[in-house]
Structure formats: structure tokens, C-alpha cells
């Protein structure tokens, strides 16, 4: 079976220009039908086009189907995260939308729909002097640069809609880019608390770039490359047979993966780092004048930016699409990996019904004073590491103590200093 | 190709000379930002796949920041943001002295012989652009690390509130 | 060490959100209008009038239109008038019993005052109308409940009144038959003092 689909599978992945990564030739789990599921399907529906058309609907199948894929899955994080935080709230979040105009209850599934529905039949109000093109455009280009970082994230082990050579640098432009349109919204506007808000929203987001970047370095210091289906082939071992080599699991990528994800935390706009869009801060911030569509675009590009970050967060630190243990293997690559999306995303919610919100001072403070010196050292650390990867035996403990100690060491000392002088909170009841 | 070239071009050129000539200054600077975007086009076309997301990654991540903050933070209110020529006196010598230094850019592009790339170029990769960087050019990387350290070291210097002899801190007059 | 309050707070959520699946204490919301709250004993909301047998509810009223509740209503939400036979004799029962429930204050002082236990508190509280005057302003029939509904609402209540109108009955039937013996016998003893009530 697997030979016969190799000839139509090299014509169809062969080369620069196919939509999908081209096939590799390993064998084992990379042969199995499940595994080629979405590769099978997509050489059925095109498999018949000449060359150039066939490149070009295969491209935007792919832009398609990851459009829709996230699309849904934010309709359904919505929704998810109103019941997760619910229930940590003693309460059971909506169970009662179903299908419209009957009496049928999904148990709350049809929210999604009946607030898409709702904002879309809002009145769209532009302000009487606001800058109409740039009020429309923020939106817009804030969407656009969200879904372009789809583009570079291995959902599967033939999955990945364009293979880079330099993909790490090219996810973190399309975020960075994303900044832009917060500031559009902020100043088409022509509310001064719009612009107040959108200037702190800003600086949010630049502080957070810095430990997001520096946190991914190590990666790529130990990886070797920067293209993401690299890194993820890369986390494939076992150690001793049952420890995945991922990067969480080594005391550097530990580190790193926590600072990638707080930073990620506070580059989304979520709790606690959500002050541009909280209500108690100069009403919704930036967002204050959109209502309707808009509004919905702008919670979508969040999302997608949440997504996106749990992404490459899934590449660069938990193995991408690979399964914790050999004998796991039986679920198909992409399989995992939404397994493990689904789980840091799950964590961002557990964190969003936890944590409350940090102050603009407090939030700058904790990324310049605390994640950036962090993410410098845990530079370092990486480098010990990588320099360190020939010692074994005893050595591989000499290794692992030093690396913890740098790891750790920093992490309690800044903490204790930057924590000086704030004694326990004492409540006195009068 | 030559389409791409063309339109990449047209593209850039048009947002650079519209944003010379809008009266906005928030306007033109989200145009300039698009005549960068047009240049991260072109490095794409030319294959420099690093340099196009580099180009993004700075210019339009972070110095349009740079950009959009310093036009805001130095007007004193939104009339302020309306740009005009001065007068046409000022016109004549800006265009005799743009016409000058395309001038110049012009003659050194024609006069230098350019080797015609042979199709299928090798795709430079990332891991050779570092191995370049770190071995032959590595005093130059170094020499403007340093460079920019010292830069942002005076920035914060200069914006930094001045301690009067009592000891207070004041921010800056500006 | 730093952190460890974040852990706590995130086992604490944690175990909210475990709990919510399977103790009834994590996760506290009655599903309206499916599941309702059991109200407490004591709950009052608007009075109705109590009536001894369920099959004839008007016949067996226990008010003899007395109008002291009319009287001593607060915000004088109550309109009685009695009814009358052909020859204009007072029948011990109200024609028209009127209680406007959007006045009504639930202060429970027609109940206090009753002589006969013929008012007493229901539990409404899904009472919402399409309309202020005609939809509030309830009639005899609409507010003439049995005593058996009155036991359901208010079991203790009910129970105590039940044992006060049987107490009263037995000492009336008493004293009438202590009336009837002696007068057969001596007619010149002096009447028996009338039964109290």
C-alpha cells in the first residue's frame, strides 16, 4: 500500500513549489494511512490538475483549511473558556444555546454562533471625525498579520503549509507587525483615551518582544536551524527509551518555556496582562470605539494570536507533533499536536480564571526587571548545555547540577530582590 | 518576473511619493511603513528570505514605533499634524538636491557591470549567511553592536529625568 | 520562594474546577426554571383565602365577610362586600372579595387580625402579568385556596390552626350541649357564659 502511493505522493510533493512540505523519505509511522489521511484526501481532490493549477489550488487549500480550522477552533475556545472559567467560578457557564428557534439545547454549543450572529447584526458607529480608512483598516491588518503566522507552524509531519528556511524569524515579524494595527486603532479613533490606551498597549507589547525573542534563542542556539520542522525533527529521540527529548524536559528549556510562555501571556492581550482591553481601564481601550464586526475581528485576531503562540510554543519547546513515548505512536502526528495545543490552551484559561490583573508599572516592571535578565541567562545556560553535550557518565549529572544551578539560581536570587521591602500582606479588620 | 519586479516597484515608489506629498503626518508615516513593507517584498523576490523577515521584523515591528511615537510625543495638539511646504522657495533646491543623489544612485548602477544570476541560483541559507557573519564579518557585527549599545545608552541618557542640586528628579523639558 | 503563591492559586482553582464535577457544594447554581429553589417554611407572599373542602371551594369559605382585614389593611388593597339573600339579610359569606396584589404589601396583618382564620399567607413568586390593573387585582375565586394546599405550604401553621378550630369547635359543641341539658332541667339557672372564641 505504502509503495503504491509513493509515486503519486512524489509527484505530487516533489519539489520547491508543492503546497505541502515535500515528503521525506523516512519510513515507520510516517507511512501509515492515518498519518497520510489529510495528504490521501487533499492528492484525491487535486491530484488531477496540471502542474502550475495544481500548486496553486493546493496553496489555497491550505490557506483554507487553516483558515477554517482556527476559525472554528475559536468559536469553540470562546466557548470553552466561558464554561472552564465558569466551573472554576462554582457555576456552569452557558448550557442552554442550541439551535435557534427550536427548542433544542447543545448544551450551550450554539454560543459561538449566536454571539457571531449578534455582532454581526450590531450597528457598526464610526465616530463623526474619526479617520475612517485607518478605522477600518486596523481590523483588517491586525487579521492579516495573525493569520500569516499560521503559515510556519508543523500541525503534522507532512503538515506544514510553507517550509522556510528562516520560519522562527518569519513568525516572530508577522507578530511584531501586528503592533502596528493596535496603534491605527488607537489613533483612528480620535479619543484621547483611545490613544492613551492604545500608546500603553503598545508598550506592553514592546516589553514583551524582548524575553519572547530572547526565550526562543536557546532553541535555535541548540537546534542548529531556524525553520520550525527542523526543530521539531530534532525533539525526536527517547532518552533511555522513555524520556522524549524535548525541549522542556532539559533545565535551559524548561526555563525558556516558562518565559515564552508568560511573555506569550502578555503579548495576547490575556489575563493577567490584559489591561488594554479590560473593562475598568478607560473603558475597552483601544477597542472603545468599535462596535460590532470589528469588535468580533479584533477578538479574533487575540485569539489567533493566542493560537499561534501555543504553537510555536508546541514546536519550539514540546516536540511539535511528536508523541511522548514510542509506543504512542498509533495517533497520527496531528493528532498530538492538537492535543498539545489543546493543553497549553487550556492552561491559558486556567491562568485567565486565576490571576488578577497586573498594573501597567507592575507588568513593564516584571518584563524588563525579571524576564529579560532571566531569558539573557538562560542564554547562557543553553550555550553550557549545548557546549556541554559530548559528557556522559557522571559528567551528564556534573551537567544537569550546573545547569539547574544557573537555571534556578538567578530565578530565586531576582526574585528575592525584586521582592525586597514587600513584606506578606497582613489584614487587619477593623 | 519582470511583472513581480514591476509591481513590487510601482508599489514602493507610489507609497513613498504619496506619503511625501499627503498633508497628514500620521498618514504618511503609515505610508513609508508601507514603501518598507514593499522593500521586504523585494528582498523576497530577490530570495534573501532572512533579510525580507528581518526587514519586517525591525522596521515595521519596531522603528515605525519609533516613528509613530516621536511624531505623536512632539506635537503639541492635532493641528500640529498637518504638514505643508513652506513655501515654493523651499521646493526648487529639495528637488535640485533629490535629482542630484538619484543622479548618483543612477550612474552606479548602470555603470557597474552585474553578473546575470544563473537560473536556479542555490537558496543562501540562514546557516551560511551565520557562518559569514561570525567568521569573515565579524568585527563588523561587533563594531555596530557596539554601536547601537552605545546609541541606546545615550537615548536613555538624554531622556532621563535631570537631578537638580536639591536632589529632585524633573523630567526633561520638551 | 517566589512562585509558590501562583502554585497555590492555581491548585485552588484547580480543585474548584474538579470539585464542580461531582460535589453538589462546588457548583451551587439551580438550573431555573427546570430545577426551583424549595422555599423555606416561612416564606410569605400575598394572602389567600382558605376554604375547608376542595370540591366545593366557595361554599366552604371560612370568611364570613366581617371586613376587619378591610379595615386594618395598610394600604387598604382589599374591597370586600357581603353577600346579601333577596330580602337584604347579611349571608355570612362575601359576594366580592377583591385583593389588588400589585398594592399588596405581604405585612400579614389581615391574617393577624382575622377572627376566623380565613386569610392566610401564600408562596407566590412567579406571578409576573402582562398587565398592571386587571391581571394583579385577583377575585374570590383566584384567591380561594383549600386547606389542604394550606397544609402543603405551611405544615406547622397549618397544623396549629387545624388544632385551635377543632379545640374551638369541641368546646363550642361542649358548651351548647351544656346549654341544652341544664335548660331542659332548670330553666331558672342562670345562662351559661357565652363560649369564648
Excluded at chain 1, 160 to 189: N, R
Aim: hydrophobic share 55%; net charge neutral; aromatic share 10%.
Amino acid at each position: 500500500m505504502s509503495t503504491a502511493l509513493l509515486p503519486v505522493a512524489a509527484i505530487s510533493g516533489d519539489a520547491i513549489r508543492s503546497g505541502l512540505a515535500p515528503l521525506c523519505a523516512a519510513l515507520g509511522p510516517a507511512d501509515s494511512t492515518l498519518e497520510r489521511f489529510p495528504l490521501l484526501l487533499r492528492d484525491l481532490a487535486t491530484g488531477w490538475l496540471p502542474e502550475p493549477w495544481r500548486w496553486i489550488v493546493n496553496s489555497l487549500l491550505a490557506i483554507v483549511v487553516v483558515f477554517v480550522a482556527f476559525a472554528l477552533l475559536f468559536a469553540l475556545l470562546t466557548l470553552a473558556e466561558r464554561k472552564l472559567v465558569a466551573r472554576v467560578q462554582n457555576r456552569p457557564g452557558p448550557n442552554r444555546t442550541g439551535i435557534p428557534l427550536t427548542q433544542i439545547r447543545l448544551g450551550g454549543l450554539g454560543q459561538p454562533f449566536a454571539d457571531g450572529i449578534k455582532m454581526l447584526t450590531k450597528e457598526d458607529l464610526v465616530p463623526r471625525d474619526a479617520d475612517r480608512v485607518l478605522h477600518f483598516l486596523a481590523p483588517v491588518a491586525l487579521l492579516a498579520f495573525s493569520i500569516l503566522a499560521f503559515a510556519v507552524i508543523p500541525y503534522g509531519r507532512h503538515l506544514v503549509p510553507v517550509e522556510l528556511d528562516a520560519a522562527v524569524l518569519y513568525f516572530f515579524a508577522a507578530g511584531a507587525a501586528t503592533e502596528l494595527a493596535v496603534f491605527m486603532a488607537g489613533w483612528a479613533s480620535r479619543n484621547k483615551y483611545s490613544l492613551l490606551a492604545a500608546m500603553r498597549a503598545l508598550a506592553q507589547l514592546i516589553s514583551y518582544e524582548l524575553p519572547l525573542l530572547l526565550s526562543v534563542v536557546p532553541v535555535v542556539l541548540v537546534a542548529g536551524t531556524l525553520s520550525t520542522t527542523g526543530i521539531v525533527e530534532r525533539q525526536g529521540a527517547w532518552h533511555f527509551g522513555f524520556l522524549p527529548a524535548w525541549h522542556v524536559f532539559t533545565p535551559w528549556g524548561f526555563a525558556g518555556f516558562l518565559l515564552f510562555f508568560v511573555a506569550a501571556l502578555a503579548e495576547a492581550n490575556r489575563s493577567p496582562f490584559d489591561l488594554p482591553e479590560a473593562e475598568s481601564e478607560l473603558i475597552a481601550g483601544h477597542l472603545t470605539e468599535y462596535s460590532g464586526f470589528k469588535y468580533a475581528l479584533f477578538f479574533m485576531a487575540e485569539y489567533f494570536g493566542m493560537c499561534a503562540l501555543s504553537g510555536m510554543a508546541v514546536t519550539l519547546f514540546l516536540g511539535g507533533w511528536q508523541a511522548p513515548l514510542p509506543f504512542l505512536e498509533f495517533l497520527p502526528s496531528y493528532g498530538w499536536f492538537a492535543l498539545k495545543l489543546l493543553a497549553l490552551l487550556a492552561g491559558f484559561m486556567w491562568i485567565r480564571a486565576t490571576f488578577p490583573r497586573l498594573r501597567i508599572d507592575q507588568l513593564t516592571r516584571l518584563a524588563w526587571k525579571f524576564l529579560v535578565p532571566l531569558a539573557l541567562i538562560n542564554l547562557g545556560t543553553a550555550a553550557f548545555w549545548s557546549l556541554t553535550a559530548h559528557w556522559t557518565g557522571p559528567l551528564q549529572l556534573l551537567r544537569w547540577a550546573v545547569a539547574l544551578t544557573l537555571v534556578i539560581g538567578p530565578f530565586v536570587g531576582l526574585g528575592r530582590r525584586l521582592s525586597a521591602g514587600t513584606a506578606p500582606r497582613t489584614y487587619r479588620y477593623a | 518576473m519582470i511583472v513581480a519586479f514591476a509591481t513590487i516597484a510601482l508599489f514602493t515608489l507610489a507609497a513613498a511619493a504619496v506619503a511625501m506629498t499627503l498633508r497628514n503626518l500620521i498618514h504618511s508615516a503609515l505610508l513609508l511603513i508601507g514603501s518598507w513593507l514593499g522593500i521586504a517584498a523585494f528582498y523576497l523576490w530577490a530570495g534573501a528570505e532572512f533579510v525580507a523577515f528581518a526587514q519586517v521584523l525591525i522596521y515595521v515591528g519596531a522603528v515605525s514605533m519609533v516613528v509613530l511615537f516621536a511624531v505623536l510625543l512632539t506635537r503639541h495638539s492635532r493641528a500640529d499634524l498637518s504638514v505643508a511646504p513652506d513655501a515654493a522657495r523651499r521646493v526648487i533646491p529639495a528637488l535640485l538636491a533629490g535629482g542630484a543623489v538619484l543622479g548618483v544612485l543612477f550612474g552606479g548602477v548602470l555603470s557597474t557591470p552585474l553578473r546575470v544570476a544563473t537560473p536556479g541560483a542555490p537558496a543562501f541559507g540562514v546557516r551560511e549567511l551565520g557562518r559569514l557573519l561570525m567568521g569573515p564579518h565579524a568585527a563588523a557585527l561587533l563594531i555596530l553592536g557596539a554601536l547601537l549599545t552605545v546609541a541606546l545608552l545615550g537615548a536613555m541618557v538624554i531622556a532621563a529625568p535631570s537631578r537638580r542640586e536639591d536632589g529632585s528628579n524633573s523630567p526633561d523639558p520638551s | 520562594m517566589l512562585g509558590t503563591g501562583l502554585l497555590q492559586g492555581l491548585a485552588v482553582t484547580a480543585k474548584n474546577f474538579v470539585g464542580s464535577f461531582h460535589d453538589p457544594a462546588r457548583l451551587v447554581t439551580t438550573e431555573y426554571p427546570e430545577q426551583t429553589t424549595k422555599l423555606p417554611e416561612n416564606y410569605r407572599n400575598f394572602p389567600f383565602l382558605v376554604c375547608d373542602a376542595e370540591q366545593d371551594p366557595l361554599g366552604t369559605l371560612r370568611c364570613v365577610a366581617c371586613r376587619i382585614c378591610e379595615t386594618e389593611c395598610p394600604p387598604q388593597c382589599i374591597y370586600i362586600v357581603m353577600e346579601r339573600d333577596a330580602k337584604g339579610k347579611a349571608l355570612k359569606k362575601p359576594k366580592v372579595f377583591d385583593l389588588d396584589i400589585s398594592v399588596c404589601m405581604s405585612c400579614q396583618i389581615c391574617v393577624e387580625v382575622c377572627p376566623f382564620d380565613a386569610i392566610k399567607m401564600d408562596q407566590h413568586y412567579e406571578i409576573a402579568e402582562t398587565g398592571r390593573f386587571r391581571e394583579l387585582l385577583l377575585d374570590r375565586e383566584a384567591l380561594t385556596k383549600s386547606n389542604a394546599y394550606y397544609h402543603r405550604i405551611h405544615p406547622t401553621e397549618a397544623a396549629a390552626v387545624d388544632a385551635l378550630l377543632a379545640e374551638q369547635a369541641a368546646r363550642q359543641a361542649a358548651a351548647k350541649s351544656a346549654k341544652a341539658a341544664p335548660a331542659a332541667k332548670a330553666p331558672e339557672n342562670p345562662p351559661p357564659p357565652p363560649p369564648a372564641a
